[in-house]
């Protein structure tokens, strides 16, 4: 089993797409004003909700989450000085984590205030 | 990119363990009594935190989110009927919803109140 759907609860999503498109560059797959974002990614999506939306009852389970929510993205660790940059010129606050020798985490907050983090596999030893 | 970490947060890990390492039968990699359970999935993870630990100040930035998260894990198809019946055997309500025919998903509640699915790929057109 792996990780098909990865979900963060946004209260704007206008800026949400500014910052999931703009700035960290992500495709967007779908879109649905007022209600979602979903950005397709490789082997998975990560979808966006707003939960004044996504929480009204329908024909499945509500989606009533809150922003405070953590993901973390893959990182190419030579990138990693490339990404720090790009997160700070957008006006982030980035902190640059060492896991040991395994590598090297950043993390920031998206717009809505959930952690975000980029990170290469192999913090994890995860090799793929 | 692909998503590398998704969080869910739950308030009781003793059942969190019980619910995902037995009832779905994902594998342990690391846990923490009182803090964490970490999953290791296929080139990702699964953390699931109690946020009175994460939510603490440390090295990076806390993780202070809460139950009502939703993740989506991967179902082969075939083995749609046999999830429901084990999912059902194990006392939860299952919601199973066809996306027209790009397949179906099965809906239900972890012991926190997180929202999860299991769903083939193909429902967002993946085909790895």
Known sequence: MRVLETC??????????????????LPLFAKVPGRHLF?????GML???DPRASAQ?????PHA????????LTL???RTDDWEARLRAAGLNVTRYAWGDRGESLYFHDPAGNVL???????????V
């Open 8 to 25: 963060l609860y946004v209260t704007d999503l206008g800026r949400a797409e500014q910052f999931y498109s703009g700035v960290l560059g």
């Open 57 to 61: 009852p329908g024909d499945v389970p």
């Open 76 to 78: 190419d660790p030579a």
């Open 39 to 43: 950005y397709r990614l490789e082997g």
């Open 117 to 127: 983090e980029l990170a290469p596999p192999r913090i994890w030893g995860i090799t």
């Open 47 to 49: 979808l966006l909700f």
């Open 65 to 72: 989450g809150s922003p405070g929510g953590h993901a973390c």
